[in-house]
């Protein structure tokens, strides 16, 4: 993993044959309406996260999904899918 930033890396969970590219950002901590909260990473197998993306806020990525570059995902993305741009 050649991220940037994993700001919790207790709450990341990543499956096998998984590639994560640099400067990604992996955050489980937010912040809302004067709160802090931590969500958990879940990241599934055969899944590939591209450069200069960010996944937080609970992202549940389940196998075979491509996160392209310069991406934003949150919550629950479906098996086989294609995110580029934001969830």
């Known amino acids: 993993i050649y991220t940037t930033l994993i700001d ?3 709450l990341l969970s990543i ?6 590219s ?4 992996l ?3 937010s912040y809302g ?3 802090y909260k931590l969500d958990q990473i879940r990241i599934g197998s055969d ?8 996944l937080q806020h ?4 389940r196998n ?4 392209k570059s310069m991406s934003y995902a949150c919550g629950e993305i479906p098996a086989n899918s294609t995110i580029d741009g934001t969830t």
């Open 15 to 20: 499956e096998d044959n998984t590639y994560i």
């Open 8 to 10: 919790t890396p207790d």
């Open 64 to 67: 075979n999904v491509l996160i």
């Open 27 to 29: 955050a489980s901590l």
């Open 33 to 35: 309406r004067s709160t």
């Open 22 to 25: 640099n400067h990604v950002t």
């Open 58 to 61: 609970g992202v549940y990525m």
């Open 47 to 54: 899944c590939s996260v591209q450069t200069r993306s960010v």
